[in-house]
């Protein structure tokens, strides 16, 4: 790692153990937010996406324990995250920085792989926007993930990382393993970085994503979408398609999350917006992949 690089975390690591100043998000512990999935329901600390801000329920089912047990299973109906389209998402609300990971498997109802395309599920960091189903507006959302699943090409696992800025989404979609696989989003200020690893293996940077977010509230957790063979190429309709739940249209995509684990990054760096422009190290365009994993950590 260069000097520079590491100094800087070193230094912005220590500050970490100090008061957060006035005007800077907090450091507190976030393990409160963790869940294992060793009950028997869903735990109250979840929000629901739809029922949050009224839009109707895409999920043709949720369990904890009944199909796997210790885990939460999700099986969404036809679906997205992307662009002004909205899909299940269960999300708990964090303010400030942070590093969480879950633990999750993307399937068929008998297979590895889901049976279609674009069926994918992970972890997404939104920003709320203030709006529900009654105000909606176009043009809103703002967000992050990573997801594993199958995406453009049938049979063919992968990870998919996307961000959208102001409903304009931009997407990578890499090659990956199939089962369980751990997923990772982590937050330092402007920065947000994507990560994975295979069962044993070692953590690779799957994306990262620069923005000038103002706001150090976001909604984090995980999210869930499929889509249908059945259901013809249309024209883009918001507003029709997230109030319209398709339960005859027949799909191939199961979650399974093992756990979801939350906590502060290592690095710590000034959320003042001259820092965050200027001195923010993790910001540096041509940072290899080993001197971001060294700087986040294991």
Not at 137 to 143: D, K, Q, S, T
Not at 209 to 219: A, G, I, T
Not at 273 to 296: G, Y
Request: charge should be neutral.
């Amino acid at each position: 790692m260069r000097p520079f690089l590491l100094a800087t975390l070193m230094i912005s690591t220590a500050a970490t153990a100090q008061p957060h100043p006035p005007g800077q998000p907090p450091r507190t512990d976030l393990s409160r937010h963790d869940d294992e999935f060793s009950g028997a329901a869903l735990d109250a600390k979840w929000t629901r996406f739809d029922q949050r801000y009224g839009w109707p329920d895409k999920l043709k089912r949720l369990d904890v324990g009944a199909t796997v047990p210790g885990a939460l299973h999700l099986q969404p109906y036809h679906g997205a995250w992307v662009r002004d389209l909205n899909a299940p998402f269960l999300f708990q609300t964090i303010d400030g920085d942070f590093d969480v990971r879950a633990r999750v498997r993307v399937r068929g109802a008998s297979g590895a792989i889901p049976g279609g395309t674009w069926s994918l599920g992970g972890l997404m960091a939104r920003t709320p926007n203030g709006l529900d189903a009654a105000s909606w507006e176009p043009r809103r959302e703002n967000w992050h993930f990573v997801t594993t699943g199958a995406g453009l090409e049938r049979g063919v696992p992968v990870t998919e990382t996307k961000g959208t800025y102001n409903s304009f989404s931009s997407l990578k979609l890499r090659p990956f393993r199939s089962g369980w696989v751990e997923l990772r989003l982590v937050r330092v200020g402007m920065t947000l970085f994507a990560l994975a690893r295979e069962e044993g293996g070692a953590w690779r940077v799957r994306d990262r994503f620069y923005r000038m977010e103002p706001n150090p509230v976001m909604q984090v957790g995980l999210i869930a979408y499929t889509t249908s063979d059945a259901v013809p190429p249309q024209r883009e309709d918001p507003v029709r398609e997230n109030k319209t739940v398709l339960a005859d249209a027949p799909v191939d995509m199961l979650m399974d999350v093992d756990w979801i684990r939350f906590r502060r990054p290592a690095p710590a760096i000034d959320w003042k917006w001259q820092t965050q422009v200027r001195e923010h190290p993790l910001a540096d365009p041509n940072l290899s992949e080993a001197e971001i994993l060294a700087a986040l950590g294991s």
